[in-house]
Nanobody, 121 residues
Framework: VQLQASGGGLVQPGGSLRLSCATSVNILSFNDMSWYHQAPGKQRELVAEIDSGGSTNYADSVKGRFTMSRDNAKNLGYLQMNSLKPEDTGVYYC????????????????WGQGTLVTVSS
């Protein structure tokens, strides 16, 4: 299973970017998919997640600005980021959890390689 994040870049404050996460398996096989943000010198933090039913949750810091979605036919997950702020700068990672199908409901965690977002004037 591989995840490939892309779409990062340099954007001015108030601008927008759309990140993509390509999966090597059927995206609907995942229990959930999420995006994490790691600011320079800080720990990685969850910003958005989507479950197998399509329900989403967001960190308070991005509510109303970021939208997570997926294209089931293309096996792509997206993070639409609007009204970007300098504090949104950092590396964004996509993550997905895949059920192993065992009796304990074990989930395997997979991470993409990260894509850098820089918000600066």
């Amino acid at each position: 299973v591989q995840l490939q994040a892309s779409g990062g870049g340099l954007v001015q404050p108030g601008g927008s970017l759309r990140l993509s996460c390509a999966t090597s398996v059927n995206i609907l096989s995942f229990n959930d998919m999420s995006w994490y943000h790691q600011a320079p010198g800080k720990q990685r933090e969850l910003v958005a997640e989507i479950d197998s039913g399509g329900s989403t949750n967001y960190a308070d810091s991005v509510k109303g600005r970021f939208t997570m979605s997926r294209d089931n036919a293309k096996n792509l997950g997206y993070l639409q980021m609007n009204s970007l702020k300098p504090e949104d700068t950092g590396v964004y990672y996509c993550k997905a959890r895949l059920p192993l199908g065992d009796a304990w409901g074990t989930l395997a965690h997979y991470w993409g390689q990260g894509t850098l977002v820089t918000v600066s004037s």
